[in-house]
């Protein structure tokens, strides 16, 4: 048995295990690189480590640690409802609009994973304050994102088509882009029935809410938004966090000098907060982060992660109290999954199986079996890696039969490789799938994460075969 196919069978067994044994498969696929690398590979150990996704695990860290404290000091709270009160209290529209903005900051230049970070939270704050189904929201944020992400000036349209064009292939980037768009759009309009958008059409926000009158003050129940994730090791934290966000809230609600009948700063009653008051110092001076983070990371290109913290901390300074909980809630369970899976990749792929699979699947003789197999191993590998990393090493891969007269339309199926190694990013092992399993409110994450991995299972075992269908065959 060589060296490649054990690392198949290994990846394959990891996810045996994770699903019939309470373990985090983060902690299984750790091992598996180590034990894969030095035994199977002969590697040293940082060359093992090389593959740990540092990135990956700074920008989820960032994002949950500076999202968490948006959401206990009531910011998140304040955008919800100004945004419910924007479209007309159609509750409805509220997950296109989260697919249209997503679609729209990638479609202008924005990574997927940095779109995604910065909508999901907020998102996923509509879908637990009005019974909206998380994973319909959750995944039309990064089917959004994916939708845009293919426009000629896009991350995703740039690589495509400079690795076309150098290949010497013919190329149409508005097809591309309008493809991945398409896809991606048909696929929400189905996600938004199947999980209760006729429903949703039926309802509409109260209006006293529409108006910002009388609105809770956290909308999602306690003043804290999400229960605190991961092992408590903070020692007094959590009371202390709790009398920081008890001052914080009867700051919010001295303006109006409204208390609610049921007790002040308790889990049982919420103070009445006017809408028009406006927001707190606390909460404007978080809004003005969550804007400074969108420009420094879309326009000026800067790392999320860094940037998510460097925020943070500054709110922090502010609020200290508020932080400690905040700590807590970085979904350290979900990273640990992440970047195990990362890292057991980044094994495989310096040892050349990726590789491996991709000349296996061209070796074949038919073109349509090769295009068809080709995007099942885009769509495959992308589910666990990156994204960008699967367009630029497959495409060339498929380069040899595309010019060889073979009949397979290269637009075509430049088009589908491109849709078929992104949309299959709700996976949780991807960055989009990992953030919004890190963004969910209010549920049980260990469910919500087989939700994820079902649907991310079916997209990558499907899409592929849609995808061909309808762009290299016909």
């Known amino acids: 048995m060589s060296s490649h196919v054990i690392a198949i069978c290994v990846l394959a067994l990891m996810f045996i295990v994770a699903t019939a044994m309470p373990i985090n498969m983060g902690v299984i696929a750790f091992v598996g690189a180590f034990l894969v690398g030095t035994l199977v590979a002969g590697m040293e ?27 206990n000091n009531g910011t998140i709270d304040w955008l919800v409802r100004l945004a419910v009160r924007a479209v007309g209290g159609r509750i409805a529209a509220i997950p296109w609009v989260m697919f249209f903005i997503t679609a729209l900051l990638t479609s202008v230049g924005a990574v997927s994973p940095a779109a995604v970070a910065i909508i999901a939270p907020i998102a996923l704050g509509f879908a637990a304050k009005y019974k909206i189904n998380p994973l319909m929201m959750g995944l039309l944020v990064i089917h959004g994102a994916q939708g845009g992400g293919f426009s000629p000036i ?19 980037p ?35 809410e529409r108006s910002g009158k009388g609105l809770p003050v956290s909308p999602f129940g306690p003043p804290v938004a999400v229960a605190a994730q991961g092992p408590q090791i903070y020692g ?45 110092f606390h909460q404007m001076f978080t809004v003005a982060g969550l804007v400074a983070l969108a420009v420094l990371t879309l326009l000026y290109k800067l790392d999320i992660g860094f940037v998510a913290i460097t925020i943070g901390l500054l709110i922090s300074i502010l609020s200290p109290q508020v932080q400690k909980r905040a700590i807590g809630q970085v979904s350290w369970p979900e ?24 000349d296996s699947a061209a070796s074949l003789a038919s073109p349509l079996t090769v295009a068809l197999l080709l995007l099942f191993v885009g769509a495959v590998v992308s589910a666990f890696a990156s994204s960008t990393a699967v367009l630029g090493s497959l495409i060339p891969l498929a380069v040899p039969f595309l010019a060889s007269g073979t009949g397979v339309d290269p637009i075509g199926f430049i088009a589908a490789m491109a849709v078929a190694s992104t949309i299959v990013d709700v996976s949780p092992f991807s960055t989009n799938g990992a953030l919004v399993l890190a963004s969910a409110q209010g549920i049980d994450r260990d469910v919500f994460l087989r939700q994820l991995m079902i649907y991310g299972g079916i997209v990558t075992l499907v ?12």
């Open 236 to 280: 007094d934290a959590e009371n202390e966090s709790a009398s920081e966000e008890r001052l914080t809230k009867e700051r919010s609600t001295a303006a109006v000098g409204a208390v609610g009948a049921t007790g002040s700063g308790s889990a049982a009653g919420h103070a009445a907060v006017d809408l028009n008051e406006g927001p707190t």
């Open 174 to 208: 508005l097809t591309t882009a309008f493809t991945s768009l398409g896809v991606n759009l048909a696929v929400s309009v189905l996600l938004f029935f199947v999980f209760g958008g006729a429903k949703l059409m039926r309802q509409q926000v109260p209006k006293a």
């Open 45 to 71: 150990t940082k060359t093992i480590m090389s593959g740990y996704p540092a990135e990956l695990f700074l920008t989820l860290v960032g994002i949950t640690f500076l999202f968490a404290q948006a959401q």
């Open 463 to 474: 899409a592929p075969v849609v995808l061909w269908v309808l762009f290299v065959v016909f």
């Open 154 to 172: 896009s991350i995703y349209g740039g690589i495509t088509n400079k690795v076309v064009m150098e290949a010497g292939l013919p190329i149409s």
């Open 335 to 358: 990273i640990m999954l992440i970047v195990g899976v990362s890292t057991y990749v980044g094994v495989m792929q310096k040892m050349g199986t990726i590789t491996w699979v991709g």
